[in-house]
């Protein structure tokens, strides 16, 4: 019971000071996603700023200037193979 109430205590006093700081820049608090994401092992994440309501595909990380925008994480797209040139005929003699 003692430990429910002291995560309700902390959540509160977060939800605060957040509360306190005001909107978040959407490109600072982008980075900030980021750098989460490889830490916990995401490699090369994709992040978007978006209008709050077209967020369309991707899943919704954070959401910034003042309610806004939503910046969404879609992982990493896998880089296609670069398209090598049709090698040439060998021209008739």
Request: proline share 6%.
């Amino acid at each position: 019971m003692k430990k429910i109430l002291v995560m309700a205590v902390l959540l509160c006093g977060a939800m605060a000071v957040s509360a306190q700081s005001g909107p978040k820049n959407c490109d600072e608090l982008k980075d900030e996603i980021a750098k989460k994401i490889e830490a916990n092992g995401g490699t090369n994440p994709t992040l978007t700023i978006v209008d709050k309501g077209k967020e369309g595909d991707g899943k919704v990380v954070g959401t910034c200037g003042g309610g806004t925008k939503s910046i969404l994480y879609t992982k990493g797209a896998v880089a296609a193979p670069e398209a090598k040139p049709a090698a040439k005929p060998a021209p008739k003699k």
